[in-house]
């Protein structure tokens, strides 16, 4: 089978690990790597593209904003996301994109092949972890209220929200870290889900953020 897939991740061994796991399974893939957004859109621009792998993290143009010009200039063109998904505003981002495949830089170098089996016969692919968060978020009902919070677990919420960790909300509120894991516990059993990310979506969505 040919296609084109064009890469865009500043990193460079990431580039050639993905390059070459895709290469051992489809031979006659046509691979273009760049390493940030606005070479990766000055590719898209002259150049058919069949599947765009990108990260979201990049210089000059990033992910996020590279995606929607992409689907402007080749509305037919899959996406792949690779990324760490460490910022919960970007992650809500990327769930409304509707992308073709979601996969993390932490799962098996595997899931970019097993995403790229599924991407090409027009099915969506989301890794393992990946799709437990996903499917969280993206089935939430955005006219439903959110659930009642007291007001120490918004200000947490919302200091998860900037990307606080445990450690450092332990020490803005001057309580024990114990006591912050015990909030985000509470946290995921009010909102019915089972990571924070898909806290932070669903409060994002039913407007408790």
Known sequence: MKFDI???????????????????DYKNAKITK???????LKVLETNHI?????DINMPKLNGLQLIKKAKNIQPKIKIIVLTYIEQNAVFKKIVKLDVNALVLK???INAITDALKDVLVDKKYFSQEALSVFTESKNINTETLGPR??????????LIANDKN????????????????????????????????????????????
Not at 149 to 158: D, G, M, P, V
Not at 167 to 190: D, F, H, P, Q, W
Request: glycine share 4%; hydrophobic share 40%; aromatic share 4%.
């Open 106 to 108: 932490t799962d098996s």
């Open 6 to 24: 064009l890469i865009a991740d500043d990193h460079d061994l990431i580039l050639s690990g993905i390059e070459k796991q895709i290469l051992q």
């Open 50 to 54: 069949d599947i765009l792998i990108t």
């Open 34 to 40: 760049v390493n940030d957004g606005c070479l990766a």
């Open 149 to 158: 919070l007291t007001k120490r677990e918004l200000e947490i919420l919302k």
């Open 166 to 209: 445990t450690k450092m909300i332990a020490e803005i509120l001057c309580i024990s870290e114990n006591t912050v894991e015990t909030y985000r516990k509470n946290l995921r059993s009010k909102f019915k889900v089972s990571s924070m990310q898909a806290v932070i979506a669903k409060a994002y969505q039913t407007g408790t953020l």
